[in-house]
């Protein structure tokens, strides 16, 4: 039980007076005890009777056996009855029964008692306590029938009972007399305590010599408690005394206190002043004879609150006071004055709350002006509408500085200089928005806290008659917006907190205009390219999802054309990414030049353009934009001083029969476009089914690919060179081949570029390294001569930074020799980058290892790049060996690069050897070595040196012949 519930318990049965407690602790005791004696004597009652009506049944049954017994012998059953009759009248029985023992019987019931009913209860504790009487007739040992005598319980019970409530009456009777006794008795002991409240009125009433009467036949206690409670009193009258001196000394020190503490004033009943202190006249201003003899009422300038009244009750609130030089508020306290005859004066006492007030005042207004910029705030980052939130800005900035009018000027360009252009206006500027002024040129002049209307302002000060201004910047990151000004009718100065006020709300106005700039702009970068100003992809789908449905409902065609300008990643990696940039926003103007009123031209990313053909008449048409654009793109760009060529890719897809809907029809022209690629580059292309087919062979063998390498599907031919000084084998060429499950062999063109598009030349190149390595190490195993392996590297991994690390850690882990490996890169490689490039072959270089450069005369031919790279070789290209020796233009250019290789100390190899007669015009030239069909094709690892060792054909023989 908690302690609050034990309070509540205590005040609902616990008695406040002491007469109730000593009576209620009477009274519980008085009924504790009745209850416990009553209990015992009800107890003794109810077993004693039940005992002495057992008894006195067993005593009757006796008295009746010996009759019944001699009336059964004769079978005399009438005197049977009647005897059993006479017993049950006035005995604590309510049947008898005679049951004879052939089988008759006799049972007589008696009549009903007339006493009250007991409870139930009360009647099964009596019911539990008696039981039937039967008595055996037996006669000369012989048995005749039983006596069955059963108790009236319930007459018993009643009989019981009654006596019960009777006891109890006769009990509660006795316990009230004595608690009415008790009640009589403890009243008039305590009645002699009543004398104490005629003391207390003696005492208020000012008798100081007052004392509790004493009363003989009081109890002692009390006696004692009277006598103390004088003793008391004596005592207080002493001490009230030496208080009341001590009061008074006080009381004239306060006075002095508080005339220089306190304004303090003396009225008279009619309200006049009479007596002022030197503080009334200090911070008033007034003199003395301006002031008294007036009424308090005159000095006070009335406000919302009423003013004091003559009266009895003492008055507190604020007033506002009419000093000489300015108006003061004060805190004042009207205290009444009483004499006999009522109300004579009153002492009012007035406190300069003016400092507080102001304070007050300027915290609220300082509040004000945060809940109207943090509700600007608010405002500012919900809502869609800029001039909303310019309207919402103009009306805190007057609000918060109480001035009847704002406006925002925003900063616009002018035929001569610049102009500010109200863009929003509150109060009497509300209708000025247009409202133009000139603005000088240069950074907006700061106003000097002491103008009141800035030169600026003028115009607006005639036009709408204000006559004092305040004025900030709205600085955005990029440039100033505009002005933000708030004047006034009045002459008034603003002040600094007014100035800080206006910049935080210029402030949330910069901020929500750049974040409306930088909205605008990602919306339209979401939908535009950032360098070309053309729509971007998405712009583009749901542009072309239109354009669709235009068609289908005007049952027409429509079209989408994908642009991709050839090779203009060499644009970006040979003269930069800004170069390439510049390219694209020229290629963008030839294309919008060449499209046709109503088509979409678009950028899709990198070098590739798409543009929609929203009606489509008929093929021609668009093989004449195609040309157009093929021919406008082919064109030269003249950038940074030199003429760029690029050409233009183009794939072509129709609606309805290539596409149903924008995302089929963009796939179908992007296909068509790298079919145009396949085709040789700078033409266009329509899509087709078979294009479709070519895809999805390709993407089938790109995942083919995937898993080529897992399942050990690669494998290595070489093909040897032929050293033309010594007629021997000088080295191999390791080539790349595809063992296909279900095709065999596949054709290298056919799956390195898809080994670079995918990336997966990485990988793949990496295990031709480690794959070399091994099988020169298993040559030199098995005893035969071990010559040079040249390895083609590709593109791809010559941007990688690591390769020459790579390569390192196989070679290391192989065991075999560095400078047993040659690296083949063509041309084109070395000028993607050329600064990395020197870096990694220097590296390569380093190592050990050969380099060589492949396929030359068939790219850039830069000699400034042969004498750049760390090279060992050049391979002249097949196409300068085909038709040797018979075109005198492909000899010359041979002897020329040979005689060119060797003054740079390079070895020269030929290519493409097909035939005695190139190999004995190449000897002639001075090449080195030559490489073909003609020397052998490439072989397995296991017939390279088989071949070597076996008869060399008639013509070769001839050859070397030639050649020793």
Same mark, same amino acid.
């Given at each position: 039980?908690?302690?609050?519930?034990?309070?509540?318990?205590?005040?609902?049965?616990?008695?406040?007076?002491?007469?109730?407690?000593?009576?209620?602790?009477?009274?519980?005791?008085?009924?504790?005890?009745?209850?416990?004696?009553?209990?015992?004597?009800?107890?003794? *009652?109810?077993? +004693?009777? #039940?005992? /002495? @009506?057992?008894?006195? $049944?067993?005593? =009757?049954?006796? !008295?009746?056996?010996?009759?019944?017994?001699?009336?059964?012998?004769?079978?005399?059953?009438?005197?049977?009855?009647?005897?059993?009759?006479?017993?049950?009248?006035?005995?604590?029985?309510?049947?008898?029964?005679?049951?004879?023992?052939?089988?008759?019987?006799?049972?007589?019931?008696?009549?009903?008692?007339?006493?009250?009913?007991?409870?139930?209860?009360?009647?099964?504790?009596?019911?539990?306590?008696?039981?039937?009487?039967?008595?055996?007739?037996?006669?000369?040992?012989?048995?005749?029938?039983?006596?069955?005598?059963?108790?009236?319980?319930?007459?018993?019970?009643? *009989?019981?009972? +009654?006596? #019960?409530? /009777? @006891?109890?009456?006769? $009990?509660?009777? =006795?316990?009230? !007399?004595?608690?009415?006794?008790?009640?009589?008795?403890?009243?008039?002991?305590?009645?002699?305590?009543?004398?104490?409240?005629?003391?207390?009125?003696?005492?208020?009433?000012?008798?100081?010599?007052?004392?509790?009467?004493?009363?003989?036949?009081?109890?002692?206690?009390?006696?004692?408690?009277?006598?103390?409670?004088?003793?008391?009193?004596?005592?207080?009258?002493?001490?009230?005394?030496?208080?009341?001196?001590?009061?008074?000394?006080?009381?004239?020190?306060?006075?002095?206190?508080?005339?220089?503490?306190?304004?303090?004033?003396?009225?008279?009943?009619?309200?006049?002043?009479?007596?002022?202190?030197?503080?009334?006249?200090?911070?008033?201003?007034?003199?003395?004879?301006?002031?008294?003899?007036?009424?308090?009422?005159?000095?006070?300038?009335?406000?919302?609150?009423?003013?004091?009244?003559?009266?009895?009750?003492?008055?507190?609130?604020?007033?506002?006071?009419?000093?000489?030089?300015?108006?003061?508020?004060?805190?004042?306290?009207?205290?009444?004055?009483?004499?006999?005859?009522?109300?004579?004066?009153?002492?009012?006492?007035?406190?300069?709350?003016?400092?507080?007030?102001?304070?007050?005042?300027?915290?609220?207004?300082?509040?004000?002006?945060?809940?109207?910029?943090?509700?600007?705030?608010?405002?500012?980052?919900?809502?869609?509408?800029?001039?909303?939130?310019?309207?919402?800005?103009?009306?805190?900035?007057?609000?918060?500085?109480?001035?009847?009018?704002?406006?925002?000027?925003?900063?616009?360009?002018?035929?001569?200089?610049?102009?500010?252009?109200?863009?929003?206006?509150?109060?009497?500027?509300?209708?000025?928005?247009?409202?133009?002024?000139?603005?000088?040129?240069?950074?907006?002049?700061?106003?000097?806290?002491?103008?009141?209307?800035?030169?600026?302002?003028?115009?607006?000060?005639?036009?709408?008659?204000?006559?004092?201004?305040?004025?900030?910047?709205?600085?955005?990151?990029?440039?100033?917006?505009?002005?933000?000004?708030?004047?006034?009718?009045?002459?008034?100065?603003?002040?600094?907190?007014?100035?800080?006020?206006?910049?935080?709300?210029?402030?949330?106005?910069?901020?929500?205009?750049?974040?409306?700039?930088?909205?605008?702009?990602?919306?339209?970068?979401?939908?535009?390219?950032?360098?070309?100003?053309?729509?971007?992809?998405?712009?583009?789908?749901?542009?072309?999802?239109?354009?669709?449905?235009?068609?289908?409902?005007?049952?027409?065609?429509?079209?989408?054309?994908?642009?991709?300008?050839?090779?203009?990643?060499?644009?970006?990696?040979?003269?930069?990414?800004?170069?390439?940039?510049?390219?694209?926003?020229?290629?963008?103007?030839?294309?919008?030049?060449?499209?046709?009123?109503?088509?979409?031209?678009?950028?899709?990313?990198?070098?590739?353009?798409?543009?929609?053909?929203?009606?489509?008449?008929?093929?021609?048409?668009?093989?004449?934009?195609?040309?157009?654009?093929?021919?406008?793109?082919?064109?030269?760009?003249?950038?940074?001083?030199?003429?760029?060529?690029?050409?233009?890719?183009?794939?072509?897809?129709?609606?309805?029969?290539?596409?149903?809907?924008?995302?089929?029809?963009?796939?179908?022209?992007?296909?068509?476009?790298?079919?145009?690629?396949?085709?040789?580059?700078?033409?266009?292309?329509?899509?087709?089914?078979?294009?479709?087919?070519?895809?999805?062979?390709?993407?089938?063998?790109?995942?083919?690919?995937?898993?080529?390498?897992?399942?050990?599907?690669?494998?290595?031919?070489?093909?040897?060179?032929?050293?033309?000084?010594?007629?021997?084998?000088?080295?191999?060429?390791?080539?790349?081949?595809?063992?296909?499950?279900?095709?065999?062999?596949?054709?290298?063109?056919?799956?390195?570029?898809?080994?670079?598009?995918?990336?997966?030349?990485?990988?793949?190149?990496?295990?031709?390294?480690?794959?070399?390595?091994?099988?020169?190490?298993?040559?030199?195993?098995?005893?035969?001569?071990?010559?040079?392996?040249?390895?083609?590297?590709?593109?791809?991994?010559?941007?990688?930074?690591?390769?020459?690390?790579?390569?390192?850690?196989?070679?290391?882990?192989?065991?075999?020799?560095?400078?047993?490996?040659?690296?083949?890169?063509?041309?084109?490689?070395?000028?993607?980058?050329?600064?990395?490039?020197?870096?990694?072959?220097?590296?390569?270089?380093a190592l050990g290892m050969r380099l060589s450069i492949d396929d030359f005369g068939t790219g850039y031919s830069s000699l400034a790049y042969l004498k750049r790279f760390p090279l060992d070789a050049l391979k002249i290209d097949r196409t300068f060996v085909r038709d040797l020796p018979h075109d005198s233009d492909d000899a010359a250019i041979t002897r020329a690069v040979i005689n060119l290789a060797h003054s740079l100390n390079l070895t020269v190899v030929a290519e493409g050897v097909e035939n005695l007669e190139q190999l004995c015009e190449l000897k002639r030239f001075g090449c080195d070595e030559i490489q073909g069909y003609y020397v052998d094709r490439p072989l397995g690892p296991a017939h390279c040196f088989v071949a070597a060792q076996s008869a060399l054909p008639a013509d070769l023989q001839r050859a070397a012949m030639l050649v020793l």
């Amino acid at each position: 039980m908690t302690s609050s519930s034990l309070r509540l318990l205590k005040r609902v049965f616990m008695p406040r007076s002491l007469m109730g407690r000593v009576f209620g602790v009477f009274a519980v005791t008085l009924l504790l005890l009745l209850a416990a004696g009553l209990g015992m004597v009800y107890r003794y *009652q109810y077993l +004693q009777h #039940i005992e /002495e @009506t057992q008894d006195n $049944a067993l005593m =009757l049954v006796e !008295a009746v056996i010996q009759p019944i017994e001699e009336s059964v012998v004769i079978g005399d059953y009438d005197t049977v009855k009647r005897t059993l009759g006479k017993m049950i009248v006035k005995s604590p029985f309510n049947r008898a029964q005679f049951l004879e023992v052939g089988g008759g019987a006799i049972s007589l019931e008696a009549q009903d008692s007339q006493y009250p009913a007991p409870p139930d209860w009360f009647t099964a504790l009596i019911v539990e306590r008696f039981y039937d009487v039967n008595r055996v007739i037996t006669v000369g040992g012989k048995d005749y029938g039983v006596i069955r005598l059963s108790f009236d319980v319930t007459r018993l019970a009643a *009989q019981l009972w +009654q006596l #019960i409530i /009777e @006891t109890a009456a006769v $009990a509660s009777v =006795l316990a009230s !007399a004595s608690l009415l006794m008790m009640r009589v008795l403890l009243r008039r002991w305590l009645d002699r305590l009543g004398g104490l409240r005629a003391f207390e009125h003696d005492v208020a009433a000012g008798l100081v010599t007052a004392e509790a009467p004493l009363h003989d036949d009081a109890p002692l206690e009390i006696q004692e408690a009277i006598l103390a409670v004088n003793r008391g009193t004596a005592s207080l009258r002493v001490q009230y005394g030496e208080r009341i001196e001590l009061l008074m000394n006080s009381l004239v020190q306060h006075k002095s206190a508080m005339d220089q503490a306190a304004i303090v004033s003396e009225i008279d009943g009619d309200g006049r002043i009479t007596v002022v202190n030197e503080q009334f006249i200090a911070n008033s201003g007034l003199s003395r004879a301006e002031i008294v003899g007036q009424p308090l009422a005159h000095l006070t300038i009335p406000g919302p609150a009423p003013l004091w009244m003559p009266g009895p009750d003492v008055w507190k609130g604020d007033v506002t006071i009419a000093g000489r030089d300015r108006t003061l508020q004060w805190h004042r306290t009207i205290v009444p004055m009483f004499d006999a005859g009522g109300t004579a004066r009153y002492i009012c006492i007035d406190i300069d709350i003016t400092e507080r007030k102001t304070f007050e005042r300027t915290i609220l207004a300082t509040a004000r002006r945060e809940n109207l910029i943090a509700e600007l705030g608010r405002v500012a980052l919900t809502a869609t509408d800029l001039h909303h939130v310019f309207q919402e800005a103009v009306q805190a900035a007057a609000g918060g500085l109480d001035a009847t009018s704002a406006a925002l000027f925003s900063l616009e360009p002018a035929p001569i200089g610049r102009s500010l252009v109200i863009r929003a206006g509150s109060g009497t500027l509300a209708l000025a928005t247009g409202f133009v002024l000139d603005c000088p040129l240069g950074p907006m002049p700061q106003q000097a806290p002491a103008d009141l209307l800035r030169p600026l302002f003028a115009p607006v000060g005639a036009a709408y008659q204000v006559r004092s201004s305040v004025d900030t910047c709205v600085i955005c990151t990029e440039s100033p917006f505009g002005v933000l000004g708030v004047f006034s009718d009045d002459a008034r100065q603003f002040g600094p907190d007014d100035r800080n006020f206006l910049r935080s709300i210029a402030h949330i106005l910069a901020t929500t205009i750049e974040r409306h700039t930088a909205q605008q702009r990602l919306t339209y970068l979401a939908q535009y390219d950032a360098l070309t100003d053309l729509p971007n992809r998405r712009y583009l789908s749901e542009s072309l999802d239109l354009a669709i449905g235009a068609a289908a409902a005007q049952t027409r065609r429509a079209g989408v054309m994908f642009i991709d300008l050839d090779h203009f990643k060499k644009v970006n990696d040979m003269l930069g990414h800004g170069v390439g940039d510049q390219l694209l926003v020229l290629a963008t103007k030839r294309l919008q030049g060449c499209a046709r009123p109503g088509d979409l031209v678009a950028r899709l990313g990198g070098d590739e353009f798409a543009l929609i053909l929203p009606d489509i008449v008929a093929d021609d048409d668009i093989d004449v934009l195609c040309t157009c654009i093929i021919d406008a793109l082919a064109a030269p760009f003249l950038l940074q001083g030199q003429q760029l060529f690029v050409s233009a890719s183009i794939g072509v897809a129709r609606y309805p029969q290539d596409g149903a809907n924008a995302e089929v029809l963009l796939k179908s022209a992007d296909t068509a476009m790298y079919a145009a690629k396949h085709n040789g580059r700078g033409n266009f292309q329509f899509f087709s089914a078979a294009m479709h087919d070519a895809t999805t062979q390709r993407n089938k063998l790109e995942a083919e690919l995937h898993q080529a390498l897992e399942r050990r599907e690669f494998l290595l031919h070489y093909q040897p060179k032929l050293d033309l000084a010594t007629g021997n084998t000088s080295g191999f060429e390791a080539l790349l081949r595809w063992n296909h499950p279900q095709r065999g062999l596949v054709p290298p063109l056919e799956f390195i570029s898809v080994l670079e598009d995918t990336g997966l030349i990485i990988a793949v190149g990496e295990w031709v390294v480690a794959e070399v390595c091994r099988q020169l190490g298993a040559w030199h195993a098995d005893g035969f001569p071990v010559v040079p392996v040249a390895i083609n590297l590709s593109a791809r991994q010559l941007e990688q930074g690591d390769l020459a690390a790579t390569i390192e850690d196989i070679v290391t882990a192989s065991g075999i020799a560095p400078t047993l490996l040659e690296f083949e890169l063509t041309e084109s490689m070395l000028m993607v980058n050329p600064d990395a490039a020197v870096e990694i072959l220097g590296r390569i270089k380093a190592l050990g290892m050969r380099l060589s450069i492949d396929d030359f005369g068939t790219g850039y031919s830069s000699l400034a790049y042969l004498k750049r790279f760390p090279l060992d070789a050049l391979k002249i290209d097949r196409t300068f060996v085909r038709d040797l020796p018979h075109d005198s233009d492909d000899a010359a250019i041979t002897r020329a690069v040979i005689n060119l290789a060797h003054s740079l100390n390079l070895t020269v190899v030929a290519e493409g050897v097909e035939n005695l007669e190139q190999l004995c015009e190449l000897k002639r030239f001075g090449c080195d070595e030559i490489q073909g069909y003609y020397v052998d094709r490439p072989l397995g690892p296991a017939h390279c040196f088989v071949a070597a060792q076996s008869a060399l054909p008639a013509d070769l023989q001839r050859a070397a012949m030639l050649v020793l």
